[in-house]
């Protein structure tokens, strides 16, 4: 079945430090990607989203390519920021269902210090 | 413009009890999902309601049901508790308008059973 693979965390940061958050994919059609982001005591906000192959997804100077040819979707920053430290899940929806269900990854929890 | 709401925040039961968890989508949204996030994991696809008709539905036994409502509102019900049915209830909301559209998620019931 459909599954996506997240790497483990936490992944611990100084601020101003590059990321990266690695995701790929199992899906048996064209799925849509998406990242979404929970913060301490909050439900899950959508982070970007990516549709079909090559589209890139950006929101607040996050980033992440849809890469068909490795079945990946990695979340990208250039410069993280304290307020960033929350958790993230890399998410599929699989267009070969009747529905459009998200099936999410484990999370990865970020946590940047100053 | 409300965002997804739910209720209650938190609730406590003990085994073998049953549960009502309800849903407001957000406005103009026909689409209902529900999910359960347990303790560190990512969330798990419990169904997804349209046109108050179930569409589709994860691995959860039948214990889970639902209902949509015309006003696209649902309720979440879960029968005989079990201890490991304590977890974060997500409802989220979305249009039915293909694979890409977003899921707006409401901030979550959390149920924790003794």
């Known amino acids: 079945g459909d599954s996506v693979t997240q790497m483990e965390g936490p992944v611990t940061l100084s601020e101003e430090a590059f990321l990266t958050i690695n995701c790929t994919y199992t899906a048996t059609g064209y799925p849509s990607l998406f990242w979404y982001v929970q913060y301490p005591g909050e439900g899950l906000q959508l982070l970007l989203k990516a549709t079909k192959a090559d589209d890139k997804g950006s929101n607040k100077g996050f980033e992440a390519t849809y890469r068909k040819e490795t079945t990946s979707f990695h979340l990208e920053k250039g410069s993280v920021q304290v307020s960033d430290s929350a958790v993230y899940f890399c998410a599929l929806s699989d267009q070969d269902q009747a529905g459009t269900a998200l099936i999410f990854g484990k999370g990865t929890t970020l946590s940047v210090s100053s | 413009d409300a965002g997804v709401t739910q209720s209650p925040t938190h609730l406590i039961k003990t085994r073998g009890q049953q549960v009502t968890l309800r849903c407001s989508p957000k406005?103009?949204?026909?689409?209902v999902s529900w999910y359960q996030q347990a303790l560190g994991q990512g969330p798990q696809f419990i169904f997804q309601?349209?046109?108050?008709?179930?569409?589709q539905r994860g691995n959860f036994p039948d214990r889970f049901s639902g209902h949509q409502f015309p006003n696209y509102s649902s309720e979440l019900n879960v029968n005989a508790l079990l201890l490991g049915d304590s977890a974060l209830y997500l409802c989220a909301s979305s249009l039915d308008a293909g694979r890409g559209e977003t899921q707006y998620f409401g901030p979550g019931t959390r149920l924790l059973v003794l």
């Open positions: 406005s103009g949204h026909d689409t």
């Open positions: 309601y349209y046109e108050e008709e179930e569409r």
